[in-house]
């Protein structure tokens, strides 16, 4: 049992930075892996990256490799997505997510908004 709740989003100018994180509550959380996701208006939600249970295994789509960086704190139940040399297409609203071993993504937090400014 797992839940999940985003923060960090905002209004930034395009090449500045943001973190974002995730506050997920439940014990369970770290041997769970976690997932950040986004979806802009008039458009399908798209995977941006993703970690292990460790942290210690990252992938990342291949229009922010380089510039994000997906990270967790287990002891304090936080993940993590450092954004960098933000662009105008970056603009969505970002999801965490999480998955037990093997299996598909079960939770799912409500979304923050990153908005990037030209």
């Known amino acids: 049992q797992v839940q999940l709740v985003e923060s960090g989003g905002g209004l930034v100018q395009a090449g500045g930075s943001l973190r974002l994180s995730c506050a997920a509550s439940?014990?369970?959380?770290?041997?769970?892996?976690v997932g950040w996701f986004r979806q802009a208006p008039g458009k399908e939600r798209e995977f941006v990256a993703a970690?292990?249970?460790?942290?210690?295994?990252?992938t990342y789509a291949d229009s922010v490799k380089g510039r994000f960086t997906i990270s967790r704190d287990n002891a304090k139940n936080r993940a993590y997505l450092q954004m960098h040399s933000l662009k105008p297409e970056d603009t969505a609203v970002y999801y965490c997510?999480?998955?037990?071993?093997?299996?598909?993504?079960?939770?799912w937090g409500q979304g923050t908004q990153v908005t990037v400014a030209s």
């Open positions: 997510a999480a998955k037990p071993g093997r299996a598909g993504y079960d939770y």
């Open positions: 970690c292990n249970w460790s942290g210690g295994s990252t």
């Open positions: 439940g014990r369970t959380f770290s041997s769970y892996g």
